[in-house]
């Protein structure tokens, strides 16, 4: 029989520990289908960071293919993604494990041959350095094609284009450059008889969100492109997502937001004029941060799996390419990507708010389940499950007449209530990007909170993706200000609820995330502190530092550097520190070259100078997102820990 104590919010035990959530958790992405065997990438903060490839068998079995001296990842655009394909039971992948001594990681593409040990393709040493993504095989070419990053010794930023890699033959392991002339490349895809290729570009300023151009091009003998490549859709402010050809090569399709939505579009294999296949207020698309994304896959030469958000939670459905029919399939998730299919089964990443990330095999023909793999097997446990906070859609009253969205956590646990007319605390969290979303997927790292009687608000702001077009651009010149004004709205509105104590509200966030938690605290005075992991204060600082895929996202969030300097240093808390007087924790990475630690540092000093309470973690080794099992502890830990002491005034309940 479960004894219910009553306690205070804020001051309930709870068995999501920090050191639960480390030992059991890891990262899952990029499921892949390979014949009839199933592979996927997971992450490991126990084995610093490291990401291993794994594969399920047909008959069942699943083993670790990565020797442990590789560490499956790539540093294309910083953000990565697609570091690895596999073709024929063989694996392409680049590999980033540091070498002896803390010498810098190779960064070659290497094969992976069944039962072999991975051989290098691509030379190393020398001036130029190349780094690989997004890669396909051509089999019957031999050759690696994919996304290739070219640094050269100061030169300032590197090269991208669309690269080749012969697998044999006398200039095996040379790069030949496929497509170049524009700021990046992304989605190189290979029609099933070798003919075309299609990929995706774009140029500065534009982030892909924002606007990119699909081509397609006739592929020689050899596969270089045999005339100049064709302009398919996409452009004149349009953003194209994920070009996939069908098994027979008759269409290539696509999403395009040119109705204000990523829809799906179909254009014949020549390259034709675009048709809609599904017009529908929904969203077929994702923000390309990282390489390697798959919201559909074709599942018979006419028939599509598709993966789409609907009033900001995921769905599945089987979609008819001709005619547009939807087939919606019941599932307990809200949460899908990284979808694969073939004419039989699907495989995909799944979850759902109190189910944490899974790889989850679906017969098509009978709608059998089966889940290979959980993030963490903390949610099988009945005695825990209890203490899991659902996820709640909340639309909010925010500045100009608008609503923004978000999703309410609120404080759970089977073992204790609250004292009648008690007021839970609040954490308001920010997701980064800023052009991301809120995941409902399970996030023990919110149930660590909402455990112990705080809610939890994971806003998604104008600007946030999974809205449509027209939610997303109203970030255009006004980050710093439509986030801020949306984060507080939210807690204002929770407030007004009586679901959150508005004396105790802070606001966190990792990398923008973490810009909108101290903007709010310097431009605002409702939260009463807040916490900044690896975030922006100083926005100029950002445009003058930043590596290349970001260097010119700031044209579109505050405007053109240096034109508009003063609005930059307007819209930055380094320089308004003098308004900030809530307590405020900063976490940091050392090797994080998203934001340097110069910025939070210069952050940091300004207001101890002015005796600020404040807290610094800064973690050897990391990068912009923490991946080191004990970093990630400590930095839960540590921020419950000043939030106990300076906010909540609570009991430090680990």
């Known amino acids: 029989m479960?004894?219910?104590?009553?306690?205070?919010?804020?001051?309930?035990?709870?068995?999501?520990?920090?050191?639960?959530?480390?030992?059991?958790?890891?990262?899952?992405?990029?499921?892949?289908?390979?014949?009839?065997?199933?592979?996927?990438?997971?992450?490991?903060p126990q084995e610093g960071g490291r990401s291993v490839l794994m594969r399920r068998g047909p008959d069942g079995s699943v083993a670790e293919i990565s020797p442990p001296a590789m560490n499956v990842r790539t540093r294309v655009h910083e953000y990565g993604g697609g570091a690895w394909?596999?073709?024929?039971?063989?694996?392409?992948?680049?590999?980033?494990?540091?070498?002896?001594?803390?010498?810098?990681?190779?960064?070659?593409?290497?094969?992976?041959?069944?039962?072999?040990?991975?051989?290098?393709?691509?030379?190393?040493?020398?001036?130029?350095?190349?780094?690989?993504?997004?890669?396909?095989?051509?089999?019957?070419?031999?050759?690696?094609?994919?996304?290739?990053?070219?640094?050269?010794?100061?030169?300032?930023?590197?090269?991208?284009?669309?690269?080749?890699?012969?697998l044999q033959g006398e200039d095996a392991g040379s790069v030949r450059i496929l497509a170049q002339g524009h700021d990046f490349f992304a989605s190189p895809r290979l029609s099933p008889d070798g003919g075309r290729l299609a990929w995706l570009a774009w140029d500065h300023p534009h982030m892909p969100w924002v606007e990119t151009t699909l081509f397609v091009a006739e592929l020689d003998a050899a596969g270089a492109p045999a005339e100049a490549p064709r302009v398919v859709a996409g452009g004149s402010g349009e953003s194209v997502f994920q070009p996939e050809w069908s098994p027979d090569g008759q269409w290539l399709v696509f999403a395009d937001d040119r109705s204000g939505w990523w829809n799906l579009y179909r254009c014949d294999g020549s390259g034709g004029p675009a048709e809609p296949v599904l017009p529908l207020a929904a969203e077929f698309g994702q923000p390309q941060w990282v390489f390697g994304l798959s919201a559909y896959a074709f599942s018979g030469p006419g028939r599509l799996l598709c993966s789409y958000i609907e009033g900001g939670l995921g769905k599945l459905a089987l979609v008819e390419l001709m005619t547009g029919a939807l087939t919606p399939i019941d599932l307990p998730y809200t949460d899908i990507s990284s979808v694969r299919a073939n004419e039989r089964i699907a495989v995909f990443r799944a979850g759902s708010p109190r189910d944490p990330a899974q790889i989850v095999r679906l017969d098509l023909a009978t709608g059998r389940r089966e889940v290979l793999k959980r993030a963490t097997k903390i949610g099988e446990d009945p005695a825990l499950r209890g203490f899991f906070a659902p996820a709640q859609p909340v639309e909010f009253p925010t500045a100009g007449g608008r609503t923004a969205h978000g999703l309410y956590y609120p404080p759970t646990s089977p073992d204790h209530a609250a004292p009648s007319g008690d007021v839970p605390p609040l954490v308001v969290k920010i997701h980064g990007g800023p052009t991301s979303a809120a995941s409902s997927t399970l996030n023990l790292g919110i149930q660590y909170w909402t455990s112990r009687g705080i809610?939890?608000?994971?806003?998604?702001?104008?600007?946030?993706?999974?809205?449509?077009?027209?939610?997303?651009?109203?970030?255009?010149?006004?980050?710093?200000?439509?986030?801020v004004?949306?984060?507080?709205?939210?807690?204002?509105?929770?407030?007004?609820?009586?679901?959150?104590?508005?004396?105790?509200?802070?606001?966190?966030?990792?990398?923008?995330?973490?810009?909108?938690?101290l903007a709010a605290l310097a431009f605002d005075d409702y939260f009463a502190g807040g916490a900044s992991h690896f975030g922006v204060s100083d926005a100029a600082a950002l445009a003058r530092d930043t590596h290349k895929f970001e260097s010119r996202y700031l044209d579109w969030l505050i405007g053109p550097y240096p034109a508009e300097a003063e609005r930059y240093r307007e819209r930055s808390p380094l320089f308004h520190a003098d308004r900030l007087s809530k307590p405020v924790i900063f976490f940091q990475g050392d090797e994080d070259e998203v934001v340097p630690p110069n910025q939070t540092e210069a952050m940091v000093d300004a207001l101890r100078a002015k005796g600020q309470p404040v807290g610094y973690v800064l973690f050897a080794g990391e990068q912009h997102g923490f991946r080191k099992a004990a970093n990630i502890q400590r930095a839960l830990d540590g921020e419950l820990a000043f939030y106990a002491v300076e906010i909540f005034k609570t009991g430090l309940a680990f």
């Open 85 to 166: 394909t596999v073709a024929d039971g063989t694996v392409y992948f680049t590999n980033d494990q540091p070498g002896p001594a803390g010498a810098p990681p190779d960064r070659r593409l290497y094969r992976q041959a069944p039962g072999a040990e991975p051989a290098p393709v691509t030379a190393t040493g020398g001036e130029v350095e190349w780094r690989f993504a997004d890669g396909l095989v051509d089999l019957r070419r031999r050759l690696w094609i994919g996304v290739g990053e070219r640094h050269r010794p100061g030169q300032g930023h590197p090269d991208n284009m669309i690269v080749a890699v012969p």
């Open 455 to 483: 809610a939890v608000l994971d806003v998604n702001y104008g600007g946030s993706t999974g809205y449509g077009r027209a939610y997303r651009d109203r970030l255009n010149l006004a980050w710093g200000v439509v986030d």
């Open 485 to 517: 004004e949306d984060a507080v709205a939210g807690a204002k509105y929770l407030a007004s609820q009586g679901l959150a104590d508005a004396a105790r509200s802070v606001i966190t966030g990792g990398s923008a995330g973490g810009y909108t938690a």
């Open 2 to 44: 479960t004894v219910i104590r009553t306690a205070p919010y804020g001051f309930w035990r709870s068995p999501i520990t920090s050191d639960l959530i480390v030992a059991q958790s890891i990262g899952l992405s990029e499921v892949r289908l390979d014949g009839d065997s199933i592979w996927w990438l997971e992450g490991r």
